[in-house]
């Protein structure tokens, strides 16, 4: 704790009994305040003809102070503060500074701020401690600045995301040295904590916040993420935004993108606030930081918060990113020339950054690599280079992966077959709630192929699939409705699926809404309907117009559904 005032230098050992301090000790004997405090000096300095005793010292102090004098009780709350002569003991020390701050000793209050600024004692049931930070902050003690911030929060409330601070207050050039948004926790300087019980976990925890509270950014950074996912301290959004804004002050890029991030999902605020995330990825990007500029590139692709779609702008920043090699940039470099989204497209280039964010182990550049080379786009058809990459994506429970390699074994083209394993993988993505997985394994249930014939399992994994927005999941629901298969009969529910997917486009729920509408089941009938639907699905080439008429005109429009083949996505 730096000090604002100095100690009375040592002048080296003299007799004790000649010189002032013979004067001194006379007067304290007889019960004397300012005599004892100055003998407690001259035996703390070694001067006045007193030897060096800070023993005799703080017995001096204690006794000027009990009379209620000021600077002996300075004193006093020094010794306990250092611990070099009595016992160290924080709050003895912030009891004695108290007493000198309310007997108007100009320097108690500053040293008082900084034991609250700096953790040593509970501040709660001090009503003057607010006044005590301001002074400490006013001296340029920072996280007394902070700690002040973060009482008058808890005071006053949090009801406005604009609570936490905005990112134009934090000017990089002052502070010095978009797909799915995610959280990655780079825990520097946080012990390993896989191993540990809670109470090892607290004590780390415990240590690592001291380290924040006296201001080391990356101590706060790592405090924050701590009270973000519930490590060694109770899982704490709101206590997490003000860690990060605190590190963030400080020109921490990684905080102000997890701010960021925070504020675009609504994590620990009232609602998501894409303007603000906006502000807080711009910070972290006129930083440098990887992920702030990644995410700040998906706002110009998506054209959010305000922006205008800029992909020329989304490319520029995720270069930058991808350059630094974060995998989530460089995996979206290889989207951006695969299409040719804001560059010319170019396979050679979209593919040789895929396989960088792939060779860091990035699940999502993985699978892209494997079906590539299931498919032979834009690289040679290779089953082995396949099967190799969808596995290890599908090793981190990238359900996508997992679906597409049971897809893989279960067409046996580029490998052996293998009915057990495509089964095994299909369930698998399924479980992981992968809606392609779970509509074609409904279908496996339905023709009994490689799974047991279950009508009723089917409805289930249809229905999880189509709650969800899968159109052909919908449309297969729909159907097992219309028909009564595997659950009652229920033309309306039949109606419903087949309306949403026939919304989402999807051609076979076109006719089915529009057969619906022409035999007036589950809705009023409709012929004019009928036909604006029917005419919708042959736009899509789902069937010839010839033939759709021939079975309107058959009498049996119900059979038009089953005219299309399921196409498995």
């Not at 409904?442 to 999880?464: N, S, T, Y």
Request: glycine fraction near 10%; charged fraction near 30%; aromatic fraction near 8%.
């Amino acid at each position: 704790m730096a000090r604002k005032r100095k100690k009375p230098k040592k002048r080296g050992k003299r007799s004790h009994r000649s010189g002032p301090h013979a004067r001194m000790l006379f007067l304290a004997k007889k019960g004397n305040p300012d005599a004892q405090c100055r003998l407690g000096e001259m035996y703390l300095a070694g001067e006045g003809g007193a030897r060096h005793d800070p023993e005799r010292a703080v017995h001096w102090f204690r006794a000027a102070a009990e009379q209620g004098h000021a600077n002996a009780q300075v004193y006093l709350g020094d010794a306990y503060y250092d611990g070099d002569v009595v016992v160290q003991d924080s709050e003895e020390a912030a009891r004695w500074y108290r007493a000198a701050a309310k007997a108007g000793h100009q320097d108690a209050p500053l040293y008082l701020g900084m034991l609250y600024g700096d953790l040593e004692v509970d501040m709660d049931d001090d009503p003057d401690a607010e006044r005590y930070l301001e002074i400490a902050a006013a001296s340029g003690h920072a996280t007394a600045g902070f700690l002040l911030g973060a009482l008058r929060e808890e005071r006053d409330g949090v009801s406005d995301p604009d609570d936490f601070g905005d990112p134009a207050d934090f000017d990089p050039a002052v502070v010095g040295d978009m797909d799915d948004l995610s959280y990655p926790y780079p825990l520097d300087d946080v012990p390993e904590f896989g191993d540990t019980d809670a109470e090892e976990a607290g004590e780390i925890a415990e240590k690592l916040l001291r380290e924040a509270w006296r201001g080391d950014a990356n101590a706060q950074f790592n405090a924050a993420i701590l009270y973000h996912i519930g490590i060694g301290v109770p899982r704490d959004r709101k206590e997490a935004i003000r860690w990060f804004r605190a590190a963030a002050r400080q020109g921490h890029g990684t905080a102000m993108n997890h701010l960021g991030v925070m504020h675009y999902h609504g994590d620990g605020l009232p609602a998501p606030d894409p303007e603000k995330a906006l502000g807080w990825f711009t910070a972290a990007a006129e930083k440098d930081n990887a992920a702030g500029l990644h995410h700040l590139a998906g706002m110009y692709h998506k054209g959010e918060a305000g922006l205008a779609r800029d992909h020329e702008k989304a490319a520029q920043l995720n270069r930058r990113s991808a350059d630094q090699d974060y995998a989530d940039a460089q995996f979206a470099m290889g989207r951006t020339y695969e299409r040719g989204e804001g560059v010319d497209k170019d396979p050679a280039e979209a593919v040789r950054w895929y396989r960088k964010a792939a060779e860091q182990g990035h699940a999502g550049a993985q699978c892209e690599l494997g079906l590539l080379h299931m498919q032979g786009e834009l690289v040679e058809q290779d089953g082995a280079e396949a099967e190799k990459w969808l596995t290890r994506s599908s090793d981190q429970d990238h359900p996508h992966a997992t679906y597409v390699l049971s897809l893989l074994y279960d067409e046996g083209e580029l490998v052996p077959r293998d009915e057990e394993r495509a089964v095994e993988f299909l369930l698998q993505a399924a479980e992981d709630e992968w809606p392609p997985a779970q509509n074609r394994l409904g279908l496996l249930h339905l023709e009994g192929k490689g799974v047991e014939q279950d009508p009723e399992a089917a409805v289930e994994w249809f229905r999880m699939a189509a709650e969800v927005g899968l159109p052909h999941a919908q449309h297969n629901l729909a159907k097992l409705y219309f028909a009564g298969v595997g659950i009652g009969q229920d033309y309306e529910k039949a109606a419903e699926w087949y309306r949403l997917a026939a919304e989402s486009g999807f051609a076979p729920s076109q006719l089915g809404i529009g057969m619906m509408h022409m035999l007036g089941r589950g809705v009023k009938r409709d012929e004019s309907e009928a036909m604006r639907w029917f005419e919708l699905a042959v736009e899509q080439g789902a069937i010839d117009m010839e033939e759709l008429l021939a079975e309107v005109e058959s009498g049996e429009p119900g059979r038009i559904p089953h005219l299309v083949a399921h196409e498995l996505p």
